[in-house]
């Protein structure tokens, strides 16, 4: 038993817990953070992605332990106050969430990879959710969400796209 | 709780955070048959879930400054500590542009995520038959660097795998890092994989072409296609004679297909691994001719 110290979304939590305890488990079972879904355990479907010290990592190849001292986000964490954050509100709005068993680490996902990259390519939204399984299969609608969120591109971008380029 | 199945929780260990190279060493003195050392975790979690192993004391290394180091020196080459991650390396530019092959390698390895946490030098001590980046480090002659009770040492990354899951090294030792020659101007280098849509690659190769008293001199590593990565020196030879053209990068994959040894086993028959091992040798080869 070791005494675990973890900021998550923004408030000290402070519990004994074993060794051999996975992130994942800690954060739901003891933190009762339930929107960290656990699913293979093998560090495949992403389902239980969490913000670590402000990288994405997959929580259930992670030791609670390891998180000590450090600073835990999950899809609570990015809401603003009462309001939804602008990907949370396209999510809805696109009918991106199906079952919604995936939703809240794909929305985590996304909302990271808009902070760091306000208007991701096509090729780039995919390489960031490519660890990330969704079942029921709404990629379409999580694609139309990030685009609507992420900023429009620049004029001479709209251009090139078209193939003329600009002189 | 995990729904009390064995496979989803983790055997009882106790976990220590190093902060030094003394500390892991004096760790491992200590326990070195029932510890593990511990970088990213991807696969030695894995691995304590399925109780394939189950060490009483695990011994962070994440933590260790030193191991943290990602460093290029002219003349002297490439030293990447064993802690540094697949995310570092893949923004790495000395590695894009120097060691292209290892690159890519790094760069196609699992998803963002797990790129975040493993690390190359975990990768290479797992020493999985499919893992990428072995057949990458035998391409550019790289070599493992040990640090034990008894001293250091250096072996090459060809040696240090023996075989499935098994490396050259003692409980009492521990890998500090890698080490990559210095890669002479001009130096090429492609990586490509196979994979059928499964996590792993069924076939992969790494090619590396540099000149060496204007002669090409050429490595091609097979990874994924036996137990240990494959170095085929038939094909090497037909790359390093004459023009480098379409006719001799088809002769190449050829001559490997005909004598790269391959595994049959539940992805992939022998036959249809040689069959991959053309395609993803033409691919790699094409790529260089065009660029
Ligand atoms: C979803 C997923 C996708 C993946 N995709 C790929 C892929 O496409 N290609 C690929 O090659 N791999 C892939 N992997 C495997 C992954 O790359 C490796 O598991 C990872 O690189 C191991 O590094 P680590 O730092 O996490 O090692 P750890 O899990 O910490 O350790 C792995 C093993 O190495 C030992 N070890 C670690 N560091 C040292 C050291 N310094 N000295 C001595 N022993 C040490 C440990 O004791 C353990 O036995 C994937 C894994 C997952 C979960």
Redesign the pocket.
């Known amino acids: 038993m070791n005494e675990c110290v973890v900021k998550v979304n923004g408030q000290t939590r402070r519990e004994r817990v074993k060794d051999n305890v996975l992130l994942l488990d800690f954060l739901r079972d003891k933190l009762e953070v339930r929107s960290v879904k656990a699913a293979c355990w093998?560090?495949?479907c992403g389902l239980c992605t969490v913000l670590l010290n402000g990288k994405l990592v997959k929580s259930c190849?992670v030791l609670a332990v390891e998180a000590n001292g450090g600073e835990v986000t999950t899809v609570e964490g990015i809401t603003d106050g009462s309001k939804l954050a602008p990907i949370q509100q396209a999510f809805v709005e696109h009918g991106a969430s199906q079952c919604g068993f995936c939703t809240p680490a794909f929305v985590l996902t996304c909302h990271e990879l808009l902070k760091h990259n306000p208007r991701p390519t096509e090729r780039e939204v995919e390489e960031a959710v490519s660890?990330l399984v969704c079942r029921c299969g709404t990629y379409a609608q999580i694609r139309e969400a990030i685009a609507s969120v992420s900023q429009p591109p620049t004029r001479a971008e709209a251009l090139q796209k078209l193939g003329k380029g600009v002189r | 709780m995990s729904f009390g199945s064995p496979y989803l929780t983790l055997p009882d260990f106790t976990y220590h955070r190093a902060s030094t190279v003394e500390e892991v060493i004096a760790l491992l003195k200590e326990h070195g048959d029932e510890a593990?050392?511990?970088?990213?975790?991807?696969?030695?979690?894995?691995?304590m879930k399925e109780r394939l192993?189950s060490p009483a004391h695990i011994i962070d290394?994440k933590g260790v400054e030193e191991?943290r180091q990602l460093r290029y020196a002219p003349g002297k080459g490439l030293s990447v500590g064993?802690?540094v991650?697949?995310e570092e390396l893949a923004s790495s530019e000395v590695l894009k542009e120097k060691y292209t092959v290892l690159h890519e390698?790094v760069s196609?390895?699992?998803?963002p995520m797990?790129r975040a946490?493993?690390?190359?030098?975990?990768?290479v001590?797992?020493a999985?038959p499919?893992?990428?980046?072995a057949p990458a480090l035998i391409s550019l002659d790289a070599s493992v660097e040990i640090a034990g009770a008894r001293g250091k040492r250096t072996v090459p990354v060809a040696g240090f795998i023996r075989g499935p899951v098994d490396?050259d090294?003692e409980s009492d030792?521990?890998?500090?890092g890698i080490q990559i020659p210095d890669a002479v101007r001009g130096t090429r280098g492609a990586f490509e994989k196979f994979t059928g849509g499964s996590?792993?690659?069924v076939a992969s190769v790494a090619v590396t072409l540099a000149s060496e008293n204007k002669r090409r001199r050429a490595r091609v590593v097979f990874g994924s296609v036996n137990s240990t990565p494959v170095r085929c020196t038939e094909a090497e030879k037909a790359l390093e004679e004459g023009e480098f053209t379409q006719a001799t990068i088809r002769r190449a994959a050829k001559v490997a297909a005909e004598s790269v040894e391959c595994v049959s086993d539940v992805l992939a028959s022998s036959e249809y691994r040689k069959h991959l091992v053309e395609v993803v040798t033409l691919q790699a080869l094409w790529r260089l001719l065009q660029n």
């Open positions: 093998r560090g495949e190849i660890g | 593990k050392v511990m970088a990213g975790g991807v696969g030695l979690i894995a691995f192993m290394v191991l064993a802690s991650t697949y390698a196609r390895t699992g998803d797990i946490r493993a690390t190359l030098v975990g990768n001590c797992e999985i499919w893992i990428d980046s490396i090294l030792e521990f890998v500090t996590e792993f690659a």
